[in-house]
């Protein structure tokens, strides 16, 4: 089965596509794989941020980047740096920003991502519905396994005023945004839950589901652990 071969015609100058790499839960096949499966859809700037550049493809434009403080705070993980992204120099001249995480997997068509223009934009969690959201106030709709913006620097600013308390307090950056009320738009629906489906009481379906664009798979199984020969998705991982 071939993956996916379209590149969008549009205006690219001033977009670029993202991913982050810290510590050792995904290797350089993660990146690698997710260039391709971007790079059969738009040629445009692709960016690794990371803190193990070995492995990593010519293509990729390589941002060494150092944790080591970071590591040391109470309940931080690699996740939170996913914020440091909205203020890093090497992408600013870019007017649009979409970062992908690695353990997505791209089967159809993402053009409504590449060309969304939402101000800041996430995932929303489909498959969590209102008695999720209901039982748990404080948890956050929305999933930042994919995000798109233009200028986010306000959300890092408004981070810096207590980082390291923030990181305590919240298990992750999507429950920052959601209880310190920043403002998120959605992304187009053509994005979900390889586990959890695109609605509610789908858990643990593991469908593969064509008419979508981009699966993520934000638990387990991983990208890696998947066999093609049951699992159609994987045949379009890389």
């Known amino acids: 089965m071939s993956s996916i071969q379209r590149i969008v015609k549009m205006e690219t100058s001033n977009l670029c596509i993202t991913c982050i790499k810290i510590g050792d839960k ?8 997710l260039y391709d499966m ?29 944790v080591t403080e970071y590591s040391q705070w109470e309940n931080w993980w690699p996740a939170w740096w996913k914020i440091n992204m909205f203020v890093r120099p090497e992408i600013q001249d870019f007017k649009r920003k979409i970062l992908f995480d690695l353990d997505v997997i791209i089967h159809g068509d993402i053009t409504k991502i590449l060309e969304s223009n939402s101000p800041f934009a996430l995932v929303y969690s489909s498959w969590k519905g209102l008695p999720f959201q209901v039982k ?3 948890k956050s709709m929305f ?3 994919v995000i798109a913006w ?12 207590d980082a390291k308390g923030f990181v305590a307090k919240y ?6 945004y959601h209880n310190e009320k920043i403002k998120r738009y959605r992304l187009p629906p053509i994005i ?8 509610p009481r789908q858990e643990n379906c593991l469908e593969f589901r064509p ?3 981009l699966a993520i798979l934000h638990q387990h199984p991983k990208n890696h652990e998947l066999d093609p020969n049951i699992h159609i998705i994987a045949r379009y991982w890389g």
């Open 26 to 33: 995904f290797d350089a096949e993660y990146v690698n794989k």
């Open 38 to 66: 971007v790079h059969r859809q738009i040629d445009v700037p692709f960016f690794c941020f990371t803190d193990n550049t070995s492995g990593i493809k010519e293509g990729v434009t390589v941002v060494e980047i150092d």
């Open 136 to 138: 748990n106030p404080t």
């Open 143 to 145: 999933n930042s396994s």
């Open 150 to 161: 233009d200028d986010a620097k306000h959300i890092y600013d408004h981070w810096m005023q």
């Open 171 to 176: 298990a992750g950056t999507d429950d920052f």
């Open 192 to 199: 979900y839950s390889y586990r959890d489906g695109c609605a």
């Open 211 to 213: 008419s979508m664009g």
